[in-house]
């Protein structure tokens, strides 16, 4: 085995250090191999928290005064946006915990789990809603439903969320911002076809669409987080991030001068903008020094985006690694 290098890349200082073992660390950064939310986020969720609030509360109470399913059903979806908000804001804050001896990558995946119940408790809500909307759909009578004061409340939820979701729209290369982003938008977009039902029972006095838009506006929102689901699931499984191809990276490290073999390549997601790597390089000539080590983090960093690298470097001739079977899609030729 070769000597152990460790360099790694931190926002406000830098240094290197080494020590006798096996494997080199090849980068740690915590700036340009990801998106970081802007400073001023925390002020975006405590406005979109606090809008939300007091829109849930209004529309409560006028979709019951008025009958209308359309309209209670949006005042949930809102209600569970607000937590979903919080949450979000939450996983926000721990991600930029430092780390301790406990937990190595701070709390960083936190913001993984929050995308993750978000996804889920939006889908638990929605379901909840569309049952209410069955029920109303398929009684004898359909319940009279104000149509005016749907079409008046609702306009005044496509202001408050379209409102909420601006000030998230920069953030939405962050899995855990676009949860909060696309919810937004799609409460805005949900509060328009409200509008457009009271426009209809205004019309025509069919109160049946609104139990109907109701069921629509739970497709919709299923549709609209199945993909968050699925994103989230994936990262909580340590899969290599979308967009990355695992045997491209393995590629580019088997292209570096010396490096005769590569193994046990894994590329994961710490938190829903840092991704890491770690593999092990056989080079012929031994340990490559600090510069090869620095090369590859920052060619992996504005290549990949993988801000998080460690590279162990063994031997050509030297004892087998133990774990030199474990092939992964990346530790094979293209």
């Given at each position: ?69 359309a309209l209670v059903a949006d005042a949930g979806h809102n209600l569970s946006d607000v937590l979903g908000l919080l949450v979000a804001w939450i996983a926000s804050v721990l991600v930029k915990r430092a780390p301790t001896p406990r937990f190595t990558y701070g709390l960083r995946g936190s913001s993984i789990l929050a995308a993750l119940f978000n996804a889920v408790f939006l889908l638990v809500a929605t379901g909840a809603i569309a049952w209410e909307a069955v029920i109303r759909l398929i009684a004898p009578e359909p319940e009279p439903v104000a149509g005016l004061t749907v079409m008046v409340v609702a306009g005044l939820g496509i202001l408050v ?174």
């Amino acid at each position: 085995m070769a000597d152990h290098a460790d360099h790694h890349e931190h926002d406000h200082h830098d240094h290197g250090h080494s020590h006798g073992g096996g494997h080199a660390h090849a980068g740690h950064s915590h700036g340009g191999g990801h998106v970081h939310a802007p400073a001023n986020f925390g002020r975006a969720f405590a406005i979109g928290i606090g809008l939300n609030i007091a829109f849930v509360i209004v529309e409560a109470i006028y979709g019951f005064a008025s009958e209308s399913m359309a309209l209670v059903a949006d005042a949930g979806h809102n209600l569970s946006d607000v937590l979903g908000l919080l949450v979000a804001w939450i996983a926000s804050v721990l991600v930029k915990r430092a780390p301790t001896p406990r937990f190595t990558y701070g709390l960083r995946g936190s913001s993984i789990l929050a995308a993750l119940f978000n996804a889920v408790f939006l889908l638990v809500a929605t379901g909840a809603i569309a049952w209410e909307a069955v029920i109303r759909l398929i009684a004898p009578e359909p319940e009279p439903v104000a149509g005016l004061t749907v079409m008046v409340v609702a306009g005044l939820g496509i202001l408050v969320n379209g409102v909420t979701a601006w000030l998230f729209a920069s953030g939405s290369r962050d899995i855990n911002i676009r949860g909060a982003y696309l919810h937004m938008l799609a409460d805005a977009a949900v509060s328009a076809g409200v509008v457009v039902t009271g426009l209809i029972i205004v019309l025509t006095g069919a109160a049946w669409i609104d139990p109907v838009v109701s069921l629509v506006i739970a497709g919709l929102i299923v549709w609209a987080t199945w993909g968050l689901l699925r994103d989230s699931v994936v990262m909580a499984l340590s899969a290599v991030p979308p967009g990355i191809d695992p045997a491209a990276v393995g590629a580019y490290l088997r292209a570096r001068p010396g490096v005769s073999d590569l193994h046990d390549l894994h590329i994961w997601p710490m938190s829903t903008t840092d991704i890491a790597l770690t593999a092990h390089l056989v080079m012929a000539q031994g340990h490559p020094g600090n510069a090869f080590l620095n090369a590859a983090a920052a060619d992996l960093k504005s290549r990949f985006g993988i801000g998080h690298a460690t590279l162990q470097i063994e031997e050509a001739g030297g004892p087998a690694c133990a774990l030199a079977g474990n092939c992964t899609p990346g530790d094979r030729t293209p």
